[in-house]
Nanobody, 129 residues
């Protein structure tokens, strides 16, 4: 287990941008693991958003955010980011960051909740039309 803390959520108008951050409590528990973002809108199931390989060499995105969202990681800061541009009302959700269950795990499109073993507390993103 590792402590993950998200920040950066808020209320913006459609077309706007936000950058979410996910800070890990320690370096070794961050740098060796794939990381991901999921979101859950009211009344809906959790949805995969994006994932990044432990070394940053591969990224995958849900089709619904591809071309608008960018996932990056800064190992020196033990932090992962999700840059969200051209936001839409349907992006409204609680966003959660997560660390892969196993070190050096590969990443792929359509990551599942069970691929990740540690979760942050979530940050609310609300997009007004």
């Amino acid at each position: 287990q590792v402590q993950l803390v998200e920040s950066g959520g808020g209320l913006v108008q459609a077309g706007g941008s936000l950058r979410l951050s996910c800070a890990a409590a320690s370096g070794r528990t961050f740098s060796d693991y794939a990381m991901g973002w999921f979101r859950q809108a009211p009344g809906k199931e959790s949805e995969f958003v994006a994932a990044i390989k432990w070394n940053g060499g591969q990224t995958y995105y849900a089709d619904s955010v591809k071309g608008r969202f960018t996932i990056v990681r800064d190992t020196a800061k033990n932090t992962m980011y999700l840059q969200m541009n051209s936001l839409k009302p349907e992006d409204t959700a609680v966003y959660y960051c997560a660390r892969s269950r196993y070190a050096y795990a590969s990443v792929r499109a359509g990551q599942e909740l069970g691929d990740f073993g540690s979760w942050g507390q979530g940050t609310q993103v609300t997009i007004s039309s």
